[in-house]
């Protein structure tokens, strides 16, 4: 394990995460022992910077928490854009039923290492890995394995396989204990690791109420957090929330994937319930999940999260994501107004809240808002510097806009995590990433070697069997 250094970021613009927060341009950052010491300007001259401390230069650039991923399916990153033209049920189909039974214990790792790596290269300091392709032990301990050579901060939500996925809806088939229980007493045995476990469930909407009892079940018996699908497309429309408040399953431990042909009553209950959620707006918006459910959970009381999610379908950094569900949301709200003959004087999301959304919104969806998410003394330091000084950034005017509608992952310049520096002037630090991306494509032609079918041109679809 890469031991923290002490830094000392200079003369960035400094966004704490925080919505309410103003910007602070010309700041310091000085990271010790892991945490962030202080924020402020020209800390140098304070007296509370020690001697042999590394210094990064972030003038002209913005210095912020890393961002957090709610839910990725991080497995699919070898097959990356082979589902960009699929629909949902295409998407059951093509992965759950086609190419996901193909992947080895290996494949599984250099996809993991990938996509978590994609993640961290992008700016994505904590990721929660959504890994429902366990086939077996092998399976299950190849992805945790990937996720600590990355380095990441981690939660591995343990989604079963495809004895889970791959048959009968609604499932009778229980989430598989004994791996859980396994991970939990082997690797999670403490959640004061970089990577942590939750359980990654199906919930209602694609197992038995019973089934759905016992893996709830499970989550208790183990203590671990859940992370679960609802509301996704037609499958979200079975009141899912309120399965789960009639079995008194809800709690403020669980994250609610989608949301989006969730009722409005069930919104409100999952506020009332402490429950986070996870939007995915890129995959909701292509594949028919349903509108993406951001201003329908502000309006109920919940603050979004951000997801990748699929990235079998669409990239797989946040910048586009926060783009995405800006977008989308505004377009509903204004022509909510313009449909009601109203003025707009004043549009309402704003690019602060789509940023804390992406940050410490996710980390407490994450379960970890206590330690990272926000630049605040005492937090973990996972921080970012995205430089400024692109044309495309300058002059930078309104930080704010410059990162949700102007920035990409190529600006991101200095990954932080823990307080390690793992990405430094634009490059990975120990990554071999010519080794990586041959693996990688060894491994996708490997599973699409095991599937006729399928193909890397863009012309592939899935067929979609109805009932």
């Known amino acids: 394990m890469t031991e923290s250094k002490d830094i000392l970021i200079t003369g960035g613009t400094v966004l704490t995460g925080v919505a309410t927060d103003p910007a602070q ?11 962030i010491a202080a924020i402020g300007p020209d800390l140098a001259a304070t007296g509370i910077v020690p001697a042999g401390t590394e210094v990064i230069d972030a003038a002209g650039s ?39 039974r193909h992947f080895r214990p290996e494949d599984t790792y250099v996809s993991n290492y990938l996509g978590a790596l994609e993640a961290l290269d992008s700016g994505i300091t904590t990721l929660v890995d959504w890994s429902h392709n366990l086939r077996t032990t092998e399976h299950a301990d190849a992805a945790v394995k990937a996720l600590e050579d990355t380095g990441m901060r981690a939660v591995f939500a343990h989604g079963g396989g495809a004895a889970q996925w791959g048959g009968e809806m609604p499932s009778p088939v229980e989430h598989p204990r004994d791996d859980a229980t396994r991970l939990r007493t082997e690797h ?27 893996d709830f079940a499970l989550a208790r018996d183990l203590d671990l957090r ?18 789960l408040q009639e079995d008194g399953l809800l709690s ?16 409100r209950i999952i506020a009332a319930t402490g429950g986070s959620a996870s939007v995915a707006p ?16 502000l309006a109920a009381g919940v603050r ?18 926060m783009r995405t569900a800006i977008g989308l949301q505004r377009a509903a709200d204004n022509k909510e107004l313009v449909d009601a003959g109203v003025i707009i004087e004043r549009i309402g999301l704003g690019c602060a809240d789509v940023i804390q959304f992406a940050t410490l919104d996710g980390a407490n969806a994450a379960g970890l808002g206590g330690q990272t998410g926000s630049l605040e003394v005492g937090k973990k330091a996972d921080v970012i510097v995205v430089s400024g000084n692109s044309l495309a950034m300058s002059p930078l005017n309104n930080p704010f806009g410059g990162i949700v509608y102007n920035a990409h992952p190529g600006l991101v310049t200095d990954v932080i995590v823990d307080g390690v520096v793992r990405k430094r002037d634009g490059r990975l630090v120990g990554v071999d990433v ?31 069997a109805h009932a």
Not at 435 to 464: C, F, N, T
Request: hydrophobic share 40%; proline share 5%; glycine share 10%.
């Open 62 to 100: 913005v210095v912020m928490p890393g961002f957090v991923d709610t839910h990725r399916h991080t497995w699919q990153a070898i097959v990356r854009n082979i589902a960009s033209d699929w629909s949902l049920d295409e998407y059951m189909a093509g992965l759950h039923v086609g190419l996901s």
């Open 282 to 297: 890129d995959v909701e918006a292509q594949m028919g999940h349903g509108y993406p459910a951001t201003g329908r959970l």
């Open 252 to 267: 403020d431990t669980i994250t609610y994937v989608h949301c989006t042909t969730l009722s409005d009553e069930e919104l």
């Open 304 to 321: 979004p999260s951000f997801s990748i999610d699929v990235c079998s379908s669409n990239g797989g950094d946040m910048f586009g994501t």
């Open 25 to 35: 341009p010309g700041a310091d950052v000085l990271i010790l022992d892991g945490r």
């Open 226 to 243: 859940v992370t679960v699908h609802v509301g996704d497309g037609h499958w979200g429309k079975m009141r899912p929330i309120i399965m």
């Open 188 to 214: 999670f045995a403490s959640n004061d690791g970089l990577v942590t476990m939750a359980l990654a469930l199906r919930g209602p909407q694609f197992t038995t109420r019973e089934v759905n009892r016992a």
């Open 434 to 464: 010519k080794k990586l991306r041959d693996e990688a494509a060894e491994a996708r032609d490997y599973i699409l070697s095991q599937m006729p079918a399928a193909s890397v041109d863009g012309a592939w679809h899935p067929e979609v």
